[in-house]
């Protein structure tokens, strides 16, 4: 990919292709953040931000709920929880278009909070949370702790969010992830360029005239890489979220 | 599943809905996570309530009322009009609705089974304890799944380009004539295939060598007791414990297959000359949100709901079947 970019149109096409990087990625890449009608830097940050509102968001009510479901007896839990993991079946697409009318008639169309708003929970969050929390935290700790007269929301912030901290941060990063690789979506319910999230960005990186490789590339590089230097320090992290999470399921 | 769903509710069924929950003691189950009777359990609704309430809005909601609609003749401009079945009966008569059929099932057995084979066999790798540098391994095998779908999109479509793409560079030596990744049925669906492949490959070969990790020593060891050899142990003695694990990556592989979406409509936004990026998903798309027609893409979205439902009863079926002549042998 780097390589297609930073090379000429004529260097790319021409057979066998060129291996090498050439030295024209800096011109590239000013090219794509000054594309004509699109907006890099915007769709850079619009997806940064729905991104972190939505790992934030996904973290905290999985959390909450995730330790309810865990931990407390309250009366509907099983039901709540089959009902939950039964949902996690029905493929997105079913639900699509309401959720689309939905988000039309609250007035959120062409804003980043249609892309926020309908993601702050998963089912999905919600139960990993929960088995998290199930596999983590002792039963014992929390009794000691309520007959130590704790109350449950001292126990849930001083008890168990430290212990689910890292875990907390994978499934975070999973929502990040998610949110960042996310086209469908977004393709909906966005319409001005200015709001557009990198995705979206990318595929408008076609010339009226012909074809710029290079200047797609170059995009397809520079959406990847930054993902790329957060691999670099979370990427051991997830690795051993996927693997814990193979095992349970 | 559905069966405990059904005994469950029952036992649970409480006399008032408003009676306090810590009265029942639920008997000790022998799995299921039970909570910490010392806790107080009014904080369990309202803690949950913030998700429930979202999650029903944003989640549930919009499930039902694509039921409501998929009865219906649905214009967001002309209004609706109800139709009764009429939209899953032009659904039925659709060519288009079966070549997208055709056609997701195609890429899917195109990325699924290629794909389930190499991550085994990678896994198998990764497991080998001569391997150095495992976890550096196993970080790499999950760049890919990073790495965003247009981005790999418009890297493919260069790789798989007809006159200067690499991949067709490469066959040419071997003497294969240029293929044309775009407008052959089978070659596109391998080209859309190779997006998938490349992207879970590295994801499920992780999930694989987890439950690799998971099988105890004891079996290998009682295996080359007997003299089986590597070849044998793999075949007798890790297949059969990755069962579950092949299940589940099967579902969630024919979950994922029935929303192929970007990589076709980057390619060829109306399905192509012949239709053949035409997927389930972007056929959704196309009549929804090209020609409006809610009502009818609401039925599309039922149809691949069913789908996906089918398919998981056949592979829980399938399993169960698996592993009930485990135990008779």
């Known amino acids: 990919m780097f390589v297609v970019a930073s090379n000429t149109n004529a260097e790319i096409s021409k057979s066998p292709p060129s291996l090498v990087p050439g ?49 407390l007896n309250f009366k509907g839990r099983k039901f709540s929880i089959l009902f939950i993991v039964g949902t996690m079946m029905l493929p997105s697409q079913l639900g699509i278009i309401p959720l689309f009318m939905l988000v039309k008639n609250l007035r959120m169309i062409d804003t980043l909070y249609a892309l926020i708003v309908p993601a702050l929970v998963t089912a999905f969050g919600v139960f990993w949370m929960r088995q998290i929390i199930d596999a983590q935290v002792p039963n014992e700790l929390l009794e000691a702790a309520s007959i130590d007269g704790a109350s449950v929301p001292r126990i849930f912030f001083r008890v168990v969010l430290p212990i689910i901290k890292q875990s907390s941060f994978v499934l975070g990063l999973f929502a990040f992830l998610a949110s960042w690789n996310d086209y469908l979506w977004p393709t909906i319910v966005l319409q001005s360029p200015q709001n557009f999230t990198l995705q979206v960005a990318l595929t408008q990186l076609k010339p009226m005239y012909g074809l710029d490789y290079a200047l797609q590339m170059g995009g397809a590089f520079l959406a990847t890489a930054p993902l790329l230097i957060l691999f670099v320090f979370v990427g051991r992290r997830l690795v051993s979220g996927v693997m814990d999470g193979a095992v349970k399921g | 599943m559905k069966d405990t769903l059904a005994r469950k509710g029952r036992r649970k069924a409480p006399l008032s809905p408003w009676r306090s929950a810590n009265r029942q003691k639920p008997a000790k189950a022998k ?55 009429q939209n899953f009966v032009t659904l039925w008569g659709d060519s288009d609705f079966w070549l997208a059929i055709r056609n997701t099932f195609s890429i899917w057995a195109l990325s699924t089974f290629p794909q389930m084979a190499m991550a085994i066999g990678l896994a198998a790798i990764l497991r080998s304890r001569k391997l150095r540098g495992a976890s550096f391994w196993r970080t790499i095998f999950l760049v890919p799944n990073i790495t965003s779908v247009i981005a790999i999109t418009i890297v493919f479509q260069q790789l798989f380009g007809r006159d200067f793409g690499i991949i067709n560079g490469i066959l040419g030596l071997f003497g294969v004539d240029n293929i044309d990744f ?87 936004a109306d399905g192509g000359s012949s239709k053949q990026f035409l997927t389930l998903t972007l056929f959704l798309y196309n009549q929804a949100f090209v020609n409006n027609k809610y009502g009818y893409a609401a039925a599309i979205g039922i149809a691949i709901t069913v789908i996906v439902l089918v398919i998981s009863l056949i592979n829980f079926l399938i399993t169960r079947r698996i592993s009930s002549d485990g135990v008779k042998k």
Do not use: C
């Not at chain 2, 429930?52 to 209004?79: E, H, R, T």
């Not at chain 2, 439950?211 to 007997?226: F, H, N, Q």
């Not at chain 2, 297949?239 to 694990?245: D, V």
């Open chain 2, 182 to 268: 775009v407008e052959g049925v089978v070659p596109s669906h391998i080209q859309i295939a190779a997006m998938i492949t490349w992207r879970w490959v590295g994801y499920n070969t992780l999930i694989f060598l987890a439950s690799m990790l998971a099988i105890p020593d004891e079996l290998y060891e009682s295996a080359s007791v007997d003299g089986a050899t590597k070849w044998q142990q793999f075949i007798y003695v890790t297949l059969p414990q990755l069962k579950n694990t092949i299940t589940f990556v099967l579902v969630v592989g024919t979950i994922g297959g029935l929303q192929v979406f970007a990589e076709p409509q980057q390619i060829a």
């Open chain 1, 23 to 71: 030295g024209r990625f800096l011109i590239v890449a000013q090219k794509v953040m000054s594309a004509e009608g699109v907006y890099f830097g915007s769709a850079l940050l619009n997806t940064f931000i729905v991104g972190i509102a939505i790992a934030v968001a996904q973290v905290i009510f999985s959390a909450v709920a995730g330790f309810a479901f865990a931990k």
């Open chain 2, 31 to 85: 799995k299921p996570i039970e909570g910490v009777a010392s806790l107080d359990h009014r904080f369990g609704i309202p803690m949950v309530a913030p998700f429930f309430i979202i999650f029903l809005i944003f989640g549930m909601a919009p499930v039902v009322y694509s039921i409501y609609i998929s009865f219906y003749k649905w214009d967001p401009l002309g209004g609706s009009t109800f139709n009764g079945f």
